[in-house]
């Protein structure tokens, strides 16, 4: 098995059998997950919240939306249960200076931040990406509230 197909070194990839140009905005807003992806694994890593596992396996699934992929997901109900989690653990405002754990739990925040940022302006594209736009927001509210709670349990 290789790893590289070296079918993107001219600057195209494919998505679900169509040629997209590596720097089009689906690519970068799958990169913007790609990269959240990443930080909500060093999130579980941290603090061996499963939490942080299912929400990455949701990561992949809206990346596979974004590539063109029916993911059978219903992204309303996966928000709804976000906000749920969102609005029972919400105790206020704060910044989380105790320690790098609380730090990466909200930088992860500030990055999905961005990744809805750019799924707004696909959004405009592609319509269906609309269906995620809830759910990322809901993420980065429970992220948020996941700071909060790893500040209260005074996780290191």
């Known amino acids: 098995m290789k790893l ?16 997209v140009p590596k720097d089009s905005l689906v690519i970068e807003v799958m990169g913007q997950l790609d990269e959240c992806s990443a930080l909500l694994v ?11 596992k299912l929400e990455n396996q949701n990561l992949t699934a ?3 939306l974004l590539a063109g992929y029916d993911t059978g997901i219903n992204w309303k109900e996966k928000a709804e249960e976000l906000e749920l989690l969102a609005t029972t ?3 206020g405002f704060a910044y989380p200076y105790e320690n790098e ?3 990466i739990i909200n930088y992860t ?4 931040r961005t990744a809805e940022r750019r799924a707004v302006t696909l959004s405009a594209q ?3 990406i609309r269906t995620l736009l ?5 993420l980065s509210d429970a992220l948020f509230v996941k700071t909060l709670c790893a500040k209260k349990e005074n996780v290191k």
């Open 62 to 64: 809206a990346m596979s």
């Open 4 to 19: 590289s197909t070296k079918q993107g070194d001219e600057g195209f990839t494919e998505l679900a059998g169509k040629k």
């Open 126 to 128: 592609n319509p269906e």
């Open 42 to 52: 060093w999130c579980y890593t941290r603090t061996n919240d499963p939490f942080f």
């Open 101 to 103: 754990t609380l730090a």
């Open 134 to 138: 809830p759910w990322l927001n809901r």
């Open 109 to 112: 925040r500030t990055r999905v």
């Open 89 to 91: 653990h919400f105790t």
